[in-house]
């Protein structure tokens, strides 16, 4: 899978299938996301191989990751799985090439243990550090705000200096950040590395379109609707701008 932007729009991910239409993490909102035209379908998996964030955010219309992978495959979708903890990275490996989706299928995580063993056993699916840890739903919190704004612009300044380091220590082949601590140099930091950049979570469309300016790989949203119209509202405006 090639997650590079190139000269492209980024790619447009939607964030447990499509969370702001269906219950987040279900077939319903995978369909969504696929009927959105999303390029990619994100959900989370948990040790059991079961689609939910966290134990308490299991619903009832909960799918496992077979039934998920199953869907997924019928359709031309690009495949995320989000780990949430470490130590069942085989079970996963296993199921995605069972189901015949490694070549259009990314890893991700939080844990550098996965990553590291994601290198191991299955070095030719792209696994992605996420960073900082979403351990809490901060994704969806109007984060930073929950921190000092001096605090979040130290960090995201901090980033570029970090890139080298999350990669190395992990041996991670895509970068994941969360939208507030990307910034041009951090983006351009990573691309001299070779790793493209997944930015998560924008649902405004002022954040999509300053993500696509900042020149992220892929957007992850749980409005993918929302964030393909705003990139084709920027393609518009380019289009009409004399040259």
Known sequence: MNLSRRDGRPLVIGHRGAAAVAPANTLAALRAAIAAGADLVEFDVGPDLRLAHSAREESVDQADLGSALELLHAHDVGVHVDLKLPGYEAEVVEL????????????????????????????????AISYPR????ISR???????????????RLAMPARVLFLVRRTRANV???????CSRAAVA?????????LAWT???????QRLAAIGV??????????????????EGVATLTPP
């Open 96 to 127: 995605i090439r069972r189901h015949d989706v490694s070549g259009r299928t990314l890893v991700s995580t939080a844990w550098p243990a996965s990553t590291r063993m994601l290198a191991r056993i299955a070095p030719e699916l792209p696994r």
């Open 134 to 137: 979403d351990h809490y739903g």
């Open 141 to 155: 919190a109007p984060w930073p705000r929950l921190m000092t704004r001096t605090g979040a612009a130290s960090l």
């Open 175 to 181: 970068l994941s950040l969360h939208h507030a601590l």
């Open 189 to 197: 930091a990573s691309h001299r590395l070779g790793v493209p950049v």
């Open 202 to 208: 924008a649902n405004d469309v002022g954040t999509v």
């Open 217 to 234: 790989d892929a957007i992850v949203s749980d409005d993918p609707a929302l964030a393909l119209g705003a990139l084709e509202a920027l």
